[in-house]
T-cell receptor, first 112, second 113 residues
Framework: NAGVTQTPKFRVLKTGQSMTLLCAQD?????MYWYRQDPGMGLRLIHY???????AKGEVPDGYNVSRLKKQNFLLGLESAAPSQTSVYFC???????????FGQGTRLTVV | GENVEQHPSTLSVQEGDSAVIKCTYS??????FPWYKQELGKGPQLIID?????GEKKDQRIAVTLNKTAKHFSLHITETQPEDSAVYFC????????????FGTGTKLQVIP
């Protein structure tokens, strides 16, 4: 079982470049999330989605955009990368209400 | 939104001792209380959860206790082992209306052999 798959696993960007992180889940989950994790900061919610075609802002949405065109995929975009976006990004999904969140393995992004 | 705090932020215990991590939250409508374990280089993974109609739940060496009146819940690990060393997160959830998971700041547990 694949669960939640993130691509790529590592990436180095130059300041001002753009990129898209892909999250795919094969569990038919309604809810999907993007988090960033910085040292000593825990997991902070960037954007989330409660179903296909819907997105909403989390705690730290500035500088990011998302799309959920298909139920199984949740894309996170950086239009103009900044060094402050250097972080580890995690995608997660959950199914019915009051159930656990399943996480991908993370994407380590460095912006130089 | 939910305000979540964890204490302590770091915890070192001798192998075989017990460890307790506490999570306090602000939203009285929260009704799902999970604990996640994150090992180095991996995503968090659920280890135990409890729902608002239960006060305590055990699964072998781990347990979670809930005090809804005081708005906190705790993770208890007994007979700690080196493989318990990880970062632990709580993520109380209010599922009414929408589902947005907010994580606590994390507790780094080190079990010393």
């Amino acid at each position: 079982n694949a669960g939640v798959t993130q691509t790529p696993k590592f990436r180095v960007l130059k300041t001002g470049q753009s990129m898209t992180l892909l999250c795919a889940q094969d569990m038919n989950h309604e809810y999907m999330y993007w988090y960033r994790q910085d040292p000593g900061m825990g997991l902070r919610l960037i954007h989330y989605s409660v179903g296909e075609g819907t997105t909403a802002k989390g705690e730290v949405p500035d500088g990011y955009n998302v799309s959920r065109l298909k139920k199984q995929n949740f894309l996170l975009g950086l239009e103009s990368a900044a060094p402050s976006q250097t972080s580890v990004y995690f995608c997660a999904s959950s199914g019915e209400l009051n159930t656990e969140a399943f996480f991908g393995q993370g994407t380590r992004l460095t912006v130089v | 939104g939910e305000n979540v705090e964890q204490h302590p932020s770091t915890l070192s215990v001798q192998e075989g001792d017990s460890a307790v991590i506490k999570c306090t939250y602000s939203d009285s409508a929260s009704n799902y209380f999970p604990w996640y374990k994150q090992e180095l280089g991996k995503g968090p993974q659920l280890i135990i959860d409890i729902r608002s109609n239960v006060g305590e739940k055990k699964d072998q060496r781990i347990a979670v206790t809930l005090n809804k009146t005081a708005k906190h819940f705790s993770l208890h690990i007994t007979e700690t082992q080196p493989e318990d060393s990880a970062v632990y997160f709580c993520a109380p959830l209010n599922s009414g209306g929408y589902q947005k998971v907010t994580f606590g700041t994390g507790t780094k547990l080190q079990v010393i052999p």
